[in-house]
């Protein structure tokens, strides 16, 4: 309090009150009357007196006050004394009907007055006189108010019941078993005792006395109570529901301690949840949001039915005649199997030394309930050694079978295990959810143990159930025992002090070994594979299923998917895998396969529906629209019809299938039901029959089928749609039906020519039925008016031209910028539009399209006609036009209009108008006034020259005697090592011309070199050498002067500047940098020094031969250099650096692993080819085609592209410069962008100085 005080702001000094400045005696001066002031004091009381006793003037009005404020202290002891005092009088009181004499203090008072003194009121005194008089010894105590009604209140429990029932989990408490006794509750952790009568599960809990109700806790996946009333909004977004108000009331009054909101860090939280609610918090938009809402709706609703049908399994299988033999083929056994964590079972335990017990290390045991509800619950203990696997949930499960049959033994000889096995396990692929479990429940079935198997998972995150809090409960009880040493001494405890809940005797075995079920199927070579969810397939199925093939109606469609069993015969003994993806996929379906083996024994379908109703619970009883569905289906639909639904639902899901409760509840799709029609015979025809219906339901799948992933749970037929596809259905089987009747067609060619091709989706035959179900005209000759001349064009008959032959590639009028396949995966190609060849199928076709269209038509009868051409494009269609417009007319004007989308059309079309010009002006087809003809012959005056003979000798012998040797001359290799044709061919000639002959050097002096020298003679500064770290210099044998140059010059350029270094490429793939200036340069280390110009990345196979001059993208080791945004790093570091951002970062075409291995704490990694991508420069200058007469211009020689006219081999081998790639990350990973030849070593030239490059 001080602090605040403290903290608060002072205030303004306190302002006067002008009456205080008066003086006191002022004040005092004003008096009272006196008739007023002695009528004071006796003015309290006498309001309270109406007698003429005047009893205010008995008593003294402070005592009065004083024994009025003592009465009030403790209300019920007042009241018990006030009877008492009432009680006495009346007894005093000869006859019961005379009048109370009420006294106070030995003096009688008025009733009035005696009621202010005691502080009571009037009603109450007549209370207590009544029950006086009644003979009452003691005042009554008060009971419990009438509780009011609330609707709303009740409406927010009654979803608050569904939600424990349906969505809520039991989730064990996880303590960890190391509490001392006396901090124990004395009540169960995963229950709560319930007090008042009106909670809704105070019915339907279990009594512990005049105390209350143990009701047990269950667990929600939601964080908060806001998360859990935005569940309420999406689950009630159609219905009307409470306020937020009411909804926090109702949960706070009777669910707060019941309904738990799981923790971070207790138990499992579904991960499906949690990424919604984190998307949804990231999220702005409320479409978004609502988009977000509606998906987690639909896992919800998934979840929720998933726990109905598990709930429902569980309260069949406790049925007792569940295992009567005579309803042996139709019931089933329901197993629940589960492990229970290790924490709670270290041994030894004992509690009085729990603290000495701390810090040692104990083994933990291992512990897995199997419950066979309705029969027997055993609890396995295993050593801490025992592998928690497939086995070991075999073996339980075998023992726990055999358990199960002497019991039913035990019942009588009217009992036996039911033919149906269901086996609920946990979501974990090591112990339940792998082929191994597959084989162990396909083996109880092959034995002929069962005839069916089925394991049903829930999802993961709400897989928890009635087992695991089963294992809470055994955990409290074995908290509370003294001493635990000994597996045995756990199994003995557990045996007297644990209760069966789930069945009528339970058993605790403990468990040395179990058995080898994996040796044991190795032989069958079984290998399933997709049982189990991966990052590619997230979406795994939750129920397995193992039946026999003689049981499968549609056994025609199982599918062998083993190589090993292909050679095999189809057995009726077979074992078939049936799988779902989860256990509740149709809200009427679960349903269907009672009511059907209960309509088989001659039960009534309402007393079935009130049975299947009081089973379920209310979120998921058959009601409204779900009743009616499955009444029609059930009663109206064919079972050939039912098989298909089935099989569609099975496959894509309820969420994906095309079927709703609304459309299924539509009377019109049923046989029976008929259409309006005008006459009888239309009603006749727009009858619903069982081969409608079937034909109606495959087009509705079909359509579902091939829409995408997206829109399928989007746009969902609603009733009225499918009532119009089963009344097309009903006309189309009628009409076919007639056609068969009056034309010798069998009626399999009309099934697969017209029904089977409309269910599958034909348009054609849709917009027929459309135009007969308009009309219903009693004949089917349709008048359509005057007919278009262009009906009777072949075109139109044949539907296709001749063959015309493809444009080739090069024949393109719009050329493509660069082929889709040839650029690598890090170049974006949005900016390239690429040429639309499905526009430019040549003229030729386009000509043929003309003469097909205008073949068989009498044109005769227009005066003309009017060509409308859409999609003009390159003009195709217009150049076929103008030449053939003489041969098409026939004597009718032929008009074409082009109408183009882009302004490049219109180019396209005026390029190809003034070529088909151009044509016919030189064919003298069309005159210009005052333009000369073309002349066919040119004037030989005109004409060049022819060239000279070529000179065939062109190697000169130079020496005399043994000096005597054959040499090339150097303008001659000047000329041919960069010629377009044969520059590739004359550069490997050389090489092998130059290992025995030279190249002639007394050429003149006027080498580019010399020019280059003498030409300089302007001098400027170099670069100087920045200040860096030290690093490693160029080797001095590495340089010599210009002149002592030996190979022959082939190619050079600047790096930058006039006054910059050289590159060289000469004879003997040898590579210099040379320094021609007047002044001393330099290099950094890791400068760039020349590229490979354009180039295109390609793949190559295994075996494929590259390319010389292509160089694979290959990183050899962890020491290997690239670049990365301008900056020459190891791959090692650079991938090291990336992963501490991305982990699952990686080298394209690489498969990096780490080595182990670390250096200057940075991990190395190994480095494994995956994918051969080589960057292969241009091997033909540009503007240079093939087939081209005359050749394109020289590509120009510079730094960026001089390397491209070397082989790959010769950077390879490098000794001061290495191949580096540049590279940059992308969502696949490091990719490349292109090689460059980097400078490694630091680089002083002085004037008239080079740096070899090559090795020596």
């Known amino acids: 309090m001080s602090d605040t005080l403290s903290d608060a702001p002072s205030l303004p000094p306190d302002v006067e009150s002008e009456d205080d400045n008066k003086d006191a005696s002022e004040a005092r001066s004003v008096s009272l009357p006196s008739d007023v002031q002695s009528d004071a004091e006796p003015g309290n009381l006498q309001k309270h007196c109406s007698c003429r006793l005047q009893c205010y003037l008995k008593f003294d009005e402070a005592e009065i006050e004083h024994r009025r404020a003592e009465n009030l202290k403790d209300q019920q002891v007042r009241l018990q004394n006030l009877f008492g005092k009432v009680k006495s009088f009346v007894d005093a009181l000869s006859v019961k009907t005379a009048r109370i004499d009420w006294q106070m203090g030995g003096q009688k008072v008025c009733r009035p007055f005696w009621e202010y003194c005691h502080s009571v009121g009037h009603k109450q005194v007549d209370d207590m006189v009544k029950l006086a008089k009644l003979g009452h010894a003691a005042l009554p105590e008060k009971g419990a108010r009438m509780p009011k009604e609330k609707p709303r209140m009740d409406e927010a429990d009654v979803w608050f019941l569904n939600l424990y029932t349906g969505l809520a989990e039991p989730t064990p408490v996880e303590d960890g078993g190391h509490r001392h006794v006396e901090e124990l509750p004395d009540a169960d952790q995963v229950h709560e005792v319930v007090h008042d009568v009106s909670h809704p599960l105070y019915s339907m809990s279990v009594g512990v006395g005049n105390q209350g109700a143990l009701v047990p806790k269950r667990f929600l996946n939601q964080e908060n109570l806001a998360s859990l009333w935005h569940v309420y909004e999406l689950n009630k977004s159609d219905e009307p529901r409470v306020s937020r108000d009411t909804f926090t009331k109702a949960f706070n009054r009777h669910w707060k ?36 809402d509606e998906l987690k709706q639909q896992h919800l609703n998934r979840c929720d039915m998933d726990r109905s049908v598990n709930v429902r399994g569980n309260r069949l299988s406790k049925q007792d005649s569940n295992f009567k033999m005579e309803n042996s083929s139709t019931s089933f056994l329901k197993v629940l199997v589960d492990g229970m964590d290790q924490a709670k079972f270290r041994c030894p335990r004992n509690l009085k030394a729990n603290v000495a017990f701390a810090n040692v290390q104990r083994p933990a045991l291992h512990l897995t309930g199997a419950v066979a509800i309705g029969l027997c619950e055993v609890y396995y203990i295993l050593a ?33 295990l039911p033919r149906h096995l269901i086996i609920g396990a946990d979501n974990c692929t090591r112990e339940t959810k792998n082929a191994y479990l597959a084989q162990f429940g396909a083996f109880l079935v092959g034995r002929g143990l069962f005839d069916s198997a089925e394991f049903q998972f829930m999802v993961t995150g709400h897989t928890k159930n009635e087992l695991d809090q089963r294992f809470s409960s055994v955990a409290t009880i074995l908290n509370k025992a003294g001493t635990l040493e000994t597996p045995l001494q756990f199994a003995n405890y557990m045996t007297h002090h644990v209760k069966p809940a789930m069945a009528t005797e339970m058993q605790v075995e403990v468990l040395d070994a179990t058995r080898d079920w994996q040796a044991f199927f190795e032989h069958l070579s079984m290998h399933v594979q997709g049982l189990t969810a991966t990052h590619l397939q997230p979406d795994s199925n939750h129920v397995w299923r193992f039946v026999l093939r003689q049981q499968i109606d549609r056994a025609q469609m199982v599918e062998n998917h083993n190589p090993n069993w292909k050679d095999f015969p189809e057995d009726p003994r077979d074992v078939v895998l049936i799988l779902k993806q989860c256990l509740g996929f149709f809200l009427v379906f679960p349903a269907f396969g009672d009511l059907k083996s209960q309509h088989s024994r001659g039960t009534d379908y309402t007393t079935f529906l009130r049975k299947y109703n009081q089973q379920s619970v209310a979120a998921h009883q058959l009601r409204g629209r779900k009743q009616t569905a499955l009444k029609l289906l059930f009663e109206s ?41 005008k006459n009888r015979k239309w009603q006749q025809r727009l009858r619903v029959s069982d081969r409608s219906l079937r034909i109606m339901v495959l087009r509705i799948h079909w359509e579902q089928e091939h829409q995408s992933c997206e829109k399928r749970s989007q746009k969902k037929p609603d009733d009225r749609a499918c009532e119009l596809l089963a009344e097309k259905a009903a006309c189309l089987v009628s009409l076919a039906d007639e056609f068969c009747s009056e034309h010798p067609i069998t009626m399999e060619t009309v099934q697969k020519k017209i029904l089977d091709e409309w ?57 493509e910028d660069m082929a889709d396949d040839s650029l690598p995966s890090t170049t974006s190609s949005n900016h390239i539009s690429g040429a639309a060849k499905h526009c430019q199928f040549g003229r030729p076709a386009a000509e043929e399209v003309f003469r097909k269209a205008f073949n068989q038509v009498d044109l005769e009868k227009f005066p003309a006609v009017l060509i409308v051409d859409l999609f003009p494009r390159v003009g195709d269609f217009a150049g076929a036009f103008c030449r053939l417009r003489t041969q098409l007319n026939a004597g009718t004007s032929l008009f074409y209009i082009g109408v183009g989308e882009k302004a490049k059309e219109l180019e396209w079309l005026r390029a190809t108008l003034l070529e088909e010009l151009v044509e016919k ?94 030409s300089e003679e302007k001098t400027s500064e170099a670069e100087p050498s920045p200040k860096r770290c030290r690093v490693e210099e160029v080797p001095a044998e590495c340089l010599l002067p210009c002149d002592k140059i030996a190979e022959t010059l082939l190619f050079e350029t600047k790096l930058g500047g006039k006054d910059t270094i050289g590159f060289q490429i000469r004879t003997n793939h040898q590579l210099y940098l040379v320094n021609q200036t007047s002044h ?63 982990p699952e970062a990686t080298v394209c075409y690489h498969k990096a692993t780490p ?84 400078l490694t070593k630091k680089l002083c030239l002085a004037a008239g100085q080079c740096c070899k490059l090559n090795k020596q």
């Open 637 to 677: 639909a064919p079972k050939d019809v039912l098989d298909e639904i089935l099989n569609h639902v099975g496959t894509l899901g309820w969420e994906n299938c095309a079927w709703t409760e609304e459309n299924l509840a539509s009377k019109r799709l049923f046989p029976g039901h008929v259409f309006p029609a």
């Open 257 to 292: 301690r019941i309904l738990c909101f799981k923790g971070y860090g207790q138990g499992v939280r579904c991960q499906v949840c949690a990424d919604f609610d984190e998307r949804r918090s990231q999220l702005t938009s409320k479409k978004e949001r609502q988009e977000i």
């Open 759 to 815: 269910s599958s989706g034909c348009k054609r035959i849709d917009m027929e039925l459309a135009a007969q179900l308009l009309e219903k005209s009693e004949c089917h000759v349709v008048d359509l008016g005057k007919t278009n001349a262009f009906f009777q064009s072949e075109l139109r008959k044949a539907g296709r031209t001749d063959p015309c032959k493809q444009m080739a590639a090069k024949d393109l009028k719009e050329m």
């Open 1155 to 1238: 080595s182990g291995q670390k250096t200057d704490g940075q991990t190395l990694f190994d480095f494994k080819l995956t994918h051969k991508i080589c960057f292969v420069p241009p091997t033909k200058r540009d503007g240079a085609d093939e087939g081209a007469e005359k050749p394109g211009k020289e590509e120009t020689i510079s730094f960026t592209n001089i390397a491209s006219r070397e082989t790959a081999g010769t950077f390879c081998d490098l000794q001061c410069a290495s191949l580096i790639w540049h590279v940059r990350w992308t969502v696949k990973g490091l990719q490349p962008l292109k090689p460059m030849i980097h």
């Open 384 to 416: 801490p050694d025992a592998k928690k696997d497939s086995n070991m949930v075999a073996t339980c499960l075998a023992h726990l079978l055999d358990r199960c049959q002497l019991v039913v033994e035990n019942r009588g000889p009217d009992y036996c």
């Open 921 to 1014: 002006v030189k064919l003298e087809g069309f005159q210009i006034p005052g333009a000369q003809p073309f002349q066919k012959e040119v004037n030989p005056d005109l004409l060049d020259a022819l060239p000279a003979i070529p000179i065939t000798n062109l190697l000169v012998v130079k020496g005399e005697g043994e000096d005597r040797s054959l040499v090339l001359p150097k303008h001659l290799m000047l000329k041919w090592r960069s010629d377009e044709d044969f520059g590739d061919e004359f550069s490997k000639w050389l090489d092998a011309f130059l290992e025995k002959y030279s190249v002639s050097e007394d050429a003149d002096n006027s080498s580019p070199n010399n020019k280059r020298q003498n």
């Open 1080 to 1142: 001393e340069l330099s290099l950094k280390a890791m400068s760039p020094l020349v590229g490979f110009g354009r180039g295109s990345f390609k793949l190559f196979k295994e075996g494929d031969t590259l390319p010389e001059k292509a160089l694979l993208f290959h990183i050899a080791s962890s020491d290997a250099l690239v670049c990365l945004n301008g900056a020459v790093q190891t791959i090692s570091e650079v991938l090291f650096n990336q992963r501490k951002i991305k």
